[in-house]
């Protein structure tokens, strides 16, 4: 498991899975700008989409999420030193009132999108993505793609906590380790 910078000052990374060429952040930006990969997906999906979003052209779904793909890119590109990224990444679970250690994160380009960017919270406005998905249902657990984005954030956190990484400081000490 490797991490990409993802900006220069080091407050956003993604994961790179071993066997990988892609980090996480390049892999569903690519997904989601492929026409057939999403038609694939919401011919796949297409009751979620109908029940949930009330949406029933499949092009107007594949529309709407190059759409989202293409906002959610400027923000990720117009990410300043002064933007504060703990207003775009909330807690997973809407109910989590504190802070924990490595907490679980989502993301999305505005309130009505139905695209997830899932990150690990190193500390205050530092995250490290570790994918995304369309999420058509209420919950991730409702369906095998969102529940393998929930796998892969468990993933994640298990490794930098096994690898002594709780923070900012004992993660950046785990790069300098691992570039000797």
Same mark, same amino acid.
């Given at each position: 498991?490797? #991490?990409?910078?993802?900006?220069? @000052?080091?407050?956003?990374?993604?994961? =790179?899975?071993? $066997?990988?060429? !892609?980090?996480?952040? %390049?892999?569903?930006?690519?997904?989601?700008?492929?026409?057939?990969?999403?038609?694939? #997906?919401?011919?796949?999906?297409? @009751?979620?989409?109908?029940?949930?979003? =009330?949406?029933? $052209?499949?092009? !107007?779904?594949?529309? %709407?999420?190059?759409?989202?793909?293409?906002?959610?890119?400027?923000?990720?590109?117009?990410?300043?030193?002064?933007?504060?990224?703990?207003?775009?990444?909330?807690?997973?679970?809407?109910?989590?009132?504190?802070?924990?250690?490595?907490?679980?994160?989502?993301?999305?380009?505005?309130?009505?999108?139905?695209?997830?960017?899932?990150?690990?919270?190193?500390?205050?406005?530092?995250?490290?993505?570790?994918?995304?998905?369309?999420?058509?249902?209420?919950?991730?657990?409702?369906?095998?793609?969102?529940?393998?984005?929930?796998?892969?954030?468990?993933?994640?956190?298990?490794?930098?906590?096994?690898?002594?990484?709780?923070?900012?400081?004992?993660?950046?000490?785990?790069?300098?380790?691992?570039?000797?």
């Amino acid at each position: 498991m490797k #991490f990409d910078k993802i900006i220069e @000052d080091g407050r956003l990374w993604a994961v =790179r899975f071993d $066997n990988d060429k !892609d980090n996480a952040l %390049q892999k569903v930006m690519s997904q989601w700008s492929d026409a057939e990969w999403l038609g694939d #997906f919401f011919t796949q999906n297409f @009751d979620d989409l109908i029940s949930y979003f =009330r949406i029933v $052209n499949i092009e !107007d779904a594949i529309y %709407q999420t190059m759409e989202d793909r293409d906002d959610l890119a400027c923000i990720i590109m117009d990410i300043t030193p002064d933007a504060n990224l703990d207003r775009f990444f909330r807690p997973l679970e809407n109910s989590r009132a504190s802070e924990m250690i490595l907490g679980r994160e989502k993301g999305r380009p505005h309130r009505r999108s139905w695209l997830r960017l899932y990150a690990i919270k190193l500390n205050v406005g530092i995250y490290i993505i570790t994918g995304g998905a369309i999420k058509l249902t209420r919950t991730m657990q409702e369906r095998e793609h969102t529940l393998q984005e929930l796998e892969k954030m468990e993933k994640v956190r298990n490794f930098l906590i096994r690898e002594g990484v709780f923070d900012e400081d004992s993660f950046t000490d785990y790069q300098k380790e691992v570039t000797l």
